[in-house]
């Protein structure tokens, strides 16, 4: 039995000795989501030129979230549980085929995609004061650490995690992950990051990520941050970010910076470590012993000017160090806590440079609420490789409508388009996803 999965029992039997007292049953929640997700994939420099990804599929997302027991330590439960549907895929692994299976579904042992998963979790939770303590399933949001909820289902964690907000102005953050079900993903796998090998039939994986950190609210618009995140064998990593708000004379402007410093853990910084499959992607150069190992320095500045409906951005990041961007990743989607994290692409290779353009507009400025149009353009380059002229781009185009009013009120629908193009070793992508979704209020 691991930690978490002890903690959990403990916490669980102390639960059960007080699931009836005012609280826990009353401050009680319960949500259905309902998610219709249409996913279309053209690659376009393959070896079968027609390649395709074309999936859809119907997601059910429970969430329950219990209140406290009475007393000075209060004690909850948290529950979720997801399960996707096939509507239509592709075939099967056979070779040539039109339509690759596996955008939105894990595949059966012939390559197809299976009719149906599901997944579910339990997060035992405690709070003493503005302190809570939460053991069991977790989808952090944080920089060092953040959960993937791009295609039908949801990603979850496996760990423990505490957060304090005892002092005004200051949330502080800390906790540990085991493992992860990845959004098309029903088990529970072991953490590592994109480079990742295998040795000798054993996977390189981590079964510790640390991390802890804080948000300090200096002023109403001024807001420091610090994080640090340890994979146990792969990296450690320190972030620090600054966001501020500047009310001006005509609309507003917003400043994010964000900042990351990686290097090397455990077995990732030796050769025999990386020889075992401890090693990141990047651009390795022959003869080089530091081949593989994490050398990275990543920083960002985002600019949104804002007036009426309009929000127009302008930023830049750089990527430095031999390695490529590390963050948590098993191959099957992950987050990255970076201004160029878009629909195809993340632009975190090892040496790129990129400019990020980004027009949005609320309708609502326009008689029209619920509407939201936004369009973006990423332009890489300096991409470290054999050649120095190694680039790529991406075209993003996004338009969001939720109904405001009658009985479908809350429903919501979502046309996410996107182009990605470059001399990399990723395939140019044209790309739509077409979602409707909805809540139901159980609770």
Same mark, same amino acid.
């Given at each position: 039995?691991?930690?978490?999965?002890?903690?959990?029992?403990?916490?669980?039997?102390?639960?059960?000795?007080?699931?009836?007292?005012?609280?826990?049953?009353?401050?009680?929640?319960?949500?259905?989501?309902?998610?219709?997700?249409?996913?279309?994939?053209?690659?376009?420099?393959?070896?079968?030129?027609?390649?395709?990804?074309?999936?859809?599929?119907?997601?059910?997302?429970?969430?329950?979230?219990?209140?406290?027991?009475?007393?000075?330590?209060?004690?909850?439960?948290?529950?979720?549980?997801?399960?996707?549907?096939?509507?239509?895929?592709?075939?099967?692994?056979?070779?040539?085929?039109?339509?690759?299976?596996?955008?939105?579904?894990?595949?059966?042992?012939?390559?197809?995609?299976?009719?149906?998963?599901?997944?579910?979790?339990?997060?035992?939770?405690?709070?003493?004061?503005?302190?809570?303590?939460?053991?069991?399933?977790?989808?952090?949001?944080?920089?060092?650490?953040?959960?993937?909820?791009?295609?039908?289902?949801?990603?979850?964690?496996?760990?423990?995690?505490?957060?304090?907000?005892?002092?005004?102005?200051?949330?502080?953050?800390?906790?540990?992950?085991?493992?992860?079900?990845?959004?098309? @993903?029903?088990? *529970?796998? #072991?953490?590592?990051?994109?480079?990742?090998?295998?040795?000798? &039939? !054993?996977? %390189?994986?981590?079964? /510790?990520?640390?991390?802890?950190?804080?948000?300090?609210?200096?002023?109403?618009?001024?807001?420091?941050?610090?994080?640090?995140?340890?994979?146990?064998?792969?990296?450690?990593?320190?972030?620090?970010?600054?966001?501020?708000?500047?009310?001006?004379?005509?609309?507003?402007?917003?400043?994010?910076?964000?900042?990351?410093?990686?290097?090397?853990?455990?077995?990732?910084?030796?050769?025999?470590?990386?020889?075992?499959?401890?090693?990141?992607?990047?651009?390795?150069?022959?003869?080089?012993?530091?081949?593989?190992?994490?050398?990275?320095?990543?920083?960002?500045?985002?600019?949104?000017?804002?007036?009426?409906?309009?929000?127009?951005?302008?930023?830049?990041?750089?990527?430095?160090?031999?390695?490529?961007?590390?963050?948590? @990743?098993?191959? *099957?989607? #992950?987050?990255?806590?970076?201004?160029?994290?878009?629909?195809? &692409? !993340?632009? %975190?290779?090892?040496? /790129?440079?990129?400019?990020?353009?980004?027009?949005?507009?609320?309708?609502?400025?326009?008689?029209?609420?619920?509407?939201?149009?936004?369009?973006?353009?990423?332009?890489?380059?300096?991409?470290?490789?054999?050649?120095?002229?190694?680039?790529?781009?991406?075209?993003?185009?996004?338009?969001?409508?939720?109904?405001?009013?009658?009985?479908?009120?809350?429903?919501?629908?979502?046309?996410?388009?996107?182009?990605?193009?470059?001399?990399?070793?990723?395939?140019?992508?044209?790309?739509?996803?077409?979602?409707?979704?909805?809540?139901?209020?159980?609770?």
């Amino acid at each position: 039995m691991n930690k978490s999965t002890l903690a959990l029992a403990v916490t669980l039997a102390a639960l059960a000795n007080q699931a009836t007292a005012a609280g826990f049953i009353e401050d009680s929640k319960a949500t259905l989501g309902l998610r219709n997700f249409y996913f279309d994939r053209d690659d376009k420099n393959t070896a079968n030129s027609n390649n395709e990804a074309s999936e859809w599929g119907q997601g059910f997302i429970f969430n329950y979230q219990s209140g406290y027991t009475e007393g000075t330590v209060g004690f909850g439960l948290d529950a979720i549980g997801l399960v996707g549907i096939k509507l239509d895929s592709g075939g099967d692994s056979s070779t040539p085929r039109s339509r690759a299976p596996g955008a939105l579904f894990p595949l059966e042992s012939d390559g197809s995609a299976v009719d149906n998963y599901g997944k579910a979790g339990v997060t035992a939770k405690a709070r003493l004061s503005k302190t809570e303590l939460r053991i069991g399933t977790l989808q952090p949001k944080l920089p060092v650490i953040n959960f993937n909820d791009g295609r039908l289902l949801p990603q979850t964690f496996e760990g423990a995690q505490v957060t304090s907000a005892e002092i005004d102005g200051l949330t502080l953050t800390a906790g540990q992950l085991e493992s992860t079900k990845t959004r098309s @993903s029903t088990d *529970d796998i #072991a953490l590592r990051i994109g480079g990742a090998a295998s040795f000798q &039939g !054993k996977a %390189a994986d981590s079964n /510790e990520f640390i991390y802890a950190g804080g948000d300090y609210k200096i002023t109403k618009d001024l807001t420091a941050q610090y994080y640090y995140g340890n994979l146990e064998d792969f990296y450690k990593q320190h972030f620090l970010g600054l966001t501020h708000n500047l009310a001006l004379p005509v609309g507003a402007l917003k400043t994010d910076l964000r900042y990351f410093n990686s290097g090397s853990d455990g077995k990732n910084g030796s050769l025999a470590g990386r020889t075992e499959g401890y090693k990141s992607s990047g651009f390795w150069r022959a003869g080089d012993s530091k081949n593989g190992e994490v050398d990275n320095n990543t920083w960002s500045a985002l600019f949104t000017y804002s007036l009426s409906g309009h929000a127009l951005s302008a930023g830049y990041q750089q990527v430095s160090g031999n390695s490529a961007f590390p963050f948590v @990743s098993q191959g *099957d989607g #992950a987050t990255a806590y970076l201004i160029t994290d878009r629909q195809i &692409g !993340k632009f %975190a290779s090892a040496g /790129e440079r990129t400019w990020l353009a980004e027009y949005g507009y609320d309708f609502a400025s326009a008689g029209i609420p619920g509407l939201k149009a936004t369009v973006t353009y990423l332009s890489g380059s300096n991409i470290d490789a054999a050649d120095s002229d190694r680039k790529e781009w991406e075209r993003d185009f996004r338009v969001d409508y939720t109904l405001q009013e009658g009985a479908l009120k809350g429903l919501g629908l979502s046309w996410r388009n996107a182009t990605f193009r470059g001399n990399t070793s990723a395939a140019d992508q044209d790309e739509n996803r077409l979602i409707v979704s909805y809540s139901l209020p159980l609770l």
